[in-house]
């Protein structure tokens, strides 16, 4: 059982990863969105970004927000990435905002 568990364990990771969506038409155009007040404290803006909606099969404005910055680390924000196969444009796929491990020091 103790080899066999980094394999179930990895499998059971497979399942948990979000399955990549490719829509077909290119997002509309980055709005320019004023951030509103800052909280104060220590706040980082995100930036709003379009968002698919697959039931009704349009992209959507997602607003802005501020949260709490995490000391140490880089916010990379999500984008729209085209997807192509052999020169042909399969679509548009969404890649998740996420934080990083910051090298720089502050």
Do not use: N, Q
Not at 35 to 53: K, Y
Not at 75 to 97: N, Q, T
């Amino acid at each position: 059982m103790t080899r066999l568990f980094p394999l179930l364990l990895a499998l059971a990771l497979a399942g948990c990863a979000a399955e990549r969506v490719l829509v077909p038409d290119a997002p509309p155009p980055e709005r320019r969105e004023e951030p509103t007040p800052s909280p104060g404290g220590h706040a980082v803006w995100f930036s709003g970004h379009w968002a698919w909606d697959p039931a009704k099969r349009l992209y959507y404005w997602e607003a802005g927000r501020w949260d709490r910055d995490r000391p140490g680390e880089l916010w990379i924000p999500g984008y729209w990435e085209r997807v192509e196969e052999d020169g042909k444009i399969l679509g548009w796929a969404w890649v998740e905002p996420r934080w990083e491990r910051s090298t720089a020091r502050r």
